[in-house]
Nanobody
Framework: QVQVVESGGGLVQAGGSLRLSCTAS????????MGWFRQAPGEEREGVSC????????WYASSVKGRFTISRDNAKNTLYLEMNNLKLEDTAMYYC?????????????????????WGQGTQVTVTS
């Protein structure tokens, strides 16, 4: 079955840290540029961070730059998002998906030909 599964979310106090994981089955994540997205209640889904398929270029939304780090472990076929100094506004459901490209400091849109649908996401809740 081709799918991605997000995990690692939870309840954390502001200033705390979490590491999200996105594990794929039936496909290789290092064949694609990949991104993390999030959606807060009542809000549109937004891109948070992206990693090129080579793993040599990254992009971060301005709201998370300097606090979040995207990475990938090819041996484990897993994408990560290390989140530090979490803020209340980081509260959201987090998802991973392929993107069209990461190039020249920009992240493309979601890659619609990615074999896997959106996963179930992992909830991150930041409390004061």
């Amino acid at each position: 079955q081709v799918q991605v599964v997000e995990s690692g979310g939870g309840l954390v106090q502001a200033g705390g840290s979490l590491r999200l994981s996105c594990t794929a089955s039936g496909l290789r994540l290092d064949d694609y540029a990949m991104g993390w997205f999030r959606q807060a209640p009542g809000e549109e889904r937004e891109g948070v961070s992206c990693l090129s398929w080579r793993g040599d270029e990254t992009w971060y939304a301005s709201s998370v730059k300097g606090r979040f780090t995207i990475s990938r472990d090819n041996a484990k076929n897993t994408l990560y998002l290390e989140m530090n100094n979490l803020k209340l506004e980081d509260t959201a459901m987090y998802y991973c998906a392929a993107v069209t490209h990461v190039r020249y400091g920009q992240c493309g849109s979601r890659y619609l030909d990615f074999p896997a649908d959106w996963g179930q996401g992992t909830q991150v809740t930041v409390t004061s």
